[in-house]
């Protein structure tokens, strides 16, 4: 199960940096294991991120997932404000996570 935990639309000037010229969004999402057999090694929670891109032809979407992270829900949440306030994109999910919260991941 993934419950809402907040979005972002990526900053103009980033956008510009890059040589895109439509908005692009980012939510963010807890995911919570609920799995009544949930094996002993796997964490309870987990990261999904949605980006939306708005381009002229529509909305073009993408993401990227992590199960079973951590059991603590206060960590998860201190990754994800990380990832929210450094506009990371799906593609950028797991790097940043492994790097900055998890090297032994």
Do not use: C
């Not at 907040?6 to 040589?19: G, P």
């Not at 939306?52 to 404000?81: A, F, P």
């Not at 506009?87 to 999910?93: A, I, K, N, S, Y």
């Amino acid at each position: 199960m993934k419950t809402f935990f907040s979005s972002t639309f990526i900053k103009e000037e980033t956008l510009n940096e890059a040589r895109i010229n439509y908005p692009v969004k980012l939510e963010y999402y807890k995911i919570i294991n609920k799995e009544k057999n949930l094996e002993k090694d796997k964490a309870k929670f987990g990261i999904y991120i949605l980006m939306k891109e708005y381009k002229k032809e529509g909305v073009k979407k993408g993401n990227s997932k992590m199960q079973h992270i951590t059991n603590d829900e206060k960590q998860v949440e201190e990754i994800m404000n990380t990832l929210e306030k450094n506009e990371v994109t799906p593609g950028g999910l797991k790097d940043v996570v492994k790097e900055m919260f998890l090297p032994t991941f």
